[in-house]
């Protein structure tokens, strides 16, 4: 059960990191912006994906765990 515990609160440690950089981010103005993102706005309905975005933030996390591999 300890092993458990450990690996819950480091999850929670990463999810919380995670957190704390998605907000930093949230003030770089080009961040969930770029040519590709969908947004389409329709009277009270609003939907938007950061489709550009998800691909940039892929991108660089896998050159980041490529690099940490080595």
């Known amino acids: ?3 458990i515990a450990k690996v819950l ?3 929670g440690l990463a ?3 995670l957190g704390a950089v998605l907000w930093a981010l949230s003030g770089v103005p080009f961040v969930g912006r770029l ?3 969908i ?3 329709r009277g ?3 939907f938007y ?5 998800c691909i940039v933030i892929s991108i660089i996390a896998s050159l980041i765990f ?3 591999r080595r």
């Open 1 to 3: 059960m300890a092993d």
């Open 9 to 11: 609160i480091l999850m």
């Open 15 to 17: 999810l919380a990191a």
């Open 35 to 37: 040519p590709g993102d």
């Open 39 to 41: 947004s389409i706005q």
């Open 44 to 46: 009270n309905f609003t």
């Open 49 to 53: 994906f950061p489709l550009a975005t």
């Open 66 to 68: 490529a690099l940490l």
